[in-house]
């Protein structure tokens, strides 16, 4: 770990970084830029910000060349004068602070873009702050980076990570993909990245947005109708093998539902059209055709 006067330097603070005017003072500020914190908070997790973004010097929107440390913990002249007594805005779902509050400080300088819709999504509603995956602090947060940052997401959502594990599966420990490639976790529709799934889907799968000459409705609805976009136990991340995947919506009682024989099911009789493998031998086209007799999918 550096020092804190060749940290400062190396990342340009060594003129003692003091935008404070007397009017910030009026209004609660403490003089002196990060190093009169510095003072007293010289460990890791503290210094750790000075190497993060926070910091870029010569940014002028950055909090290191506006009120430093107190441009989110809050004017904390009261804090300096008397520490034990009386704390800065802290941070973190434990603070007396509200999480509104709190998130409102971040959103100060970053309500735009991805977080437009931060105030509607499911997050904000379930009472997250933005300090339950960003650990501000840290120079390598977990949740920035594509190695790590499903590990965040799976301390809430469990059952995710056992869908990931299934046999079928998008290739997340893998390494190809990550939540944030379908998932804006700050906001919009089902905090997914385009507006509806199957655009989501198409943003990898293009193929599969047609125009097809014969459309398959059920595609063109949701591709989750027969697919678990992160894991399946059935191949290919269907939710159901088929027969049973398409007999949900497809009468199973002539072809094309005619059951096996051998099922040991009360009705079942020798079928003239079904293979073993099941629809999908024949109906290969199943998100849709473009062949003049595709009508049936089967082509
Ligand atoms: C004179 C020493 C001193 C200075 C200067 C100082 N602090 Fe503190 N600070 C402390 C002490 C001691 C505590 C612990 C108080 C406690 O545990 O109740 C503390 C607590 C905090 C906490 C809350 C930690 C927690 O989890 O409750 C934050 C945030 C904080 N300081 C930020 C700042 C900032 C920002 C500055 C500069 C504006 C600053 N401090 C300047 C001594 C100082
Ligand atoms: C961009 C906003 C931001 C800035 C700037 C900032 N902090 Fe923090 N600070 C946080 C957040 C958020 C937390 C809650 C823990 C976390 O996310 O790492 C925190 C936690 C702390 C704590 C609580 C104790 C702990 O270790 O968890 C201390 C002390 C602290 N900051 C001191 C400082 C000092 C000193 C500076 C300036 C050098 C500073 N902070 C600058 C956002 C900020
Ligand atoms: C005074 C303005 C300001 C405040 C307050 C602020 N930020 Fe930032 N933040 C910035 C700037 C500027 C950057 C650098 C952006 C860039 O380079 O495009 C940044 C970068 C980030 C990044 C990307 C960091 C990285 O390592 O790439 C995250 C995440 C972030 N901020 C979250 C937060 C959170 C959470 C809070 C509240 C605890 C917060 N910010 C408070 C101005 C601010
Ligand atoms: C549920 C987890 C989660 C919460 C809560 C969260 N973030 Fe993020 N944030 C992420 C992830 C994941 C990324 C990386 C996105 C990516 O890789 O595309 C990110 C990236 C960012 C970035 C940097 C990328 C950019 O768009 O420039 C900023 C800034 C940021 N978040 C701010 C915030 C603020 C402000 C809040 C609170 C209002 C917040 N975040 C709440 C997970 C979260
Ligand atoms: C601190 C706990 C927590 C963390 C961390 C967290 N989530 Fe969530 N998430 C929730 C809660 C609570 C809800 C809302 C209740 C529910 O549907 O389970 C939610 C809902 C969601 C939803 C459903 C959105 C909707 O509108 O239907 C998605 C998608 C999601 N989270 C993705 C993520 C991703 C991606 C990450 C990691 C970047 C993440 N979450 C991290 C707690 C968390
Ligand atoms: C290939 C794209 C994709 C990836 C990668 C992905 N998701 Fe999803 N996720 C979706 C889609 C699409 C939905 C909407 C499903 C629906 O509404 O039927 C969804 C729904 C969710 C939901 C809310 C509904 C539910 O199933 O509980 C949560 C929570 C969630 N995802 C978390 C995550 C987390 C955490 C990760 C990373 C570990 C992740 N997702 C990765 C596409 C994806
Ligand atoms: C970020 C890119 C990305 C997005 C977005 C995406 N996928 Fe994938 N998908 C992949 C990758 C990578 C694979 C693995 C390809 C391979 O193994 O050749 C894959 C494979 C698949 C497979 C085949 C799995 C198997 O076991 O053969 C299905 C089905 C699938 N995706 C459906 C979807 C659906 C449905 C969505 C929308 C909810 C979606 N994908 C969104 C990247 C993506
Ligand atoms: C009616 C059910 C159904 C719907 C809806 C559906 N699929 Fe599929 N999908 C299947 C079946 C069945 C397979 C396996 C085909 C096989 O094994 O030959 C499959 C296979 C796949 C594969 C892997 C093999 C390939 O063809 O590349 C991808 C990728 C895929 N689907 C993406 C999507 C996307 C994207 C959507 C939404 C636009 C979607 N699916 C909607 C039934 C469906
Ligand atoms: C969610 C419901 C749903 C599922 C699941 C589903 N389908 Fe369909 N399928 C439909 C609808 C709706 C139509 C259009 C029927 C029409 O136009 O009369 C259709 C049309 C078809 C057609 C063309 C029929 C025609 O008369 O044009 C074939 C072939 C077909 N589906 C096969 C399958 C196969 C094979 C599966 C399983 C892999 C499957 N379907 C799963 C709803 C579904
Ligand atoms: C041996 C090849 C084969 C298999 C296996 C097969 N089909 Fe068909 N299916 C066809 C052909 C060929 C047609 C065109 C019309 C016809 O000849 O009856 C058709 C027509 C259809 C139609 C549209 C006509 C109608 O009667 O509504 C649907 C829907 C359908 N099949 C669904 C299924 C489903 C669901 C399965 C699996 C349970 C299945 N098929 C298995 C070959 C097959």
Not at 222 to 249: A, E
Request: proline content about 8%; aromatic content about 4%; overall charge negative.
């Amino acid at each position: 770990m550096l020092s804190v006067p060749v940290l400062l330097s190396v990342i340009g603070l060594s003129r003692a970084a003091d935008p404070a005017t007397d009017a910030d003072e009026g209004a609660g500020y403490v003089q002196g830029g990060a190093q009169t914190c510095l003072l007293c908070h010289k460990d890791q997790h503290a210094l750790g910000i000075l190497q993060t973004p926070h910091f870029t010097s010569g940014d002028p929107r950055s909090p290191g060349e506006q009120h430093a440390c107190q441009s989110c913990h809050g004017p904390a002249s009261a804090h300096v004068a008397n520490p034990l007594q009386v704390k800065p805005l802290v941070f973190g779902t434990q603070s007396t602070t509200p999480v509104d509050q709190q998130n409102t400080v971040c959103l100060g300088c970053h309500e735009s873009g991805e977080r437009n819709d931060w105030h509607a999504s499911s997050h904000a509603g379930a009472g997250l702050a933005c300090t339950s995956c960003h650990d501000i602090h840290d120079p390598h947060q977990a949740v920035l980076s594509r190695a790590t940052q499903a590990g965040v997401c799976f301390d809430c959502h469990l059952d995710k990570r056992q869908a990931f594990r299934r046999r079928s599966h998008h290739p997340l420990e893998e390494g190809l993909v990550s939540c944030p490639d379908c998932h804006n976790p700050h906001g919009g529709f089902g905090q997914l990245r385009a507006d509806a799934i199957n655009d989501t889907c198409f943003l990898c799968h293009a193929e599969k947005r047609g125009p097809f000459l014969w459309e398959h409705p059920p595609v063109a609805d949701s591709c989750t109708n027969c697919h678990d976009p992160h894991g399946s136990v059935q191949p290919t991340l269907l939710q159901q093998r088929p027969p049973f995947l398409c007999q949900q919506c497809h009468s199973n009682n002539y072809h094309p539902g005619t059951l096996y024989s051998g099922t040991g099911l009360p009705d079942a009789v020798p079928a003239n059209k079904l293979l073993a493998g099941g629809c999908i031998n024949c109906h290969s086209q199943v998100h849709g055709s473009n062949h003049p007799s595709g009508n049936f999918l089967t082509r």
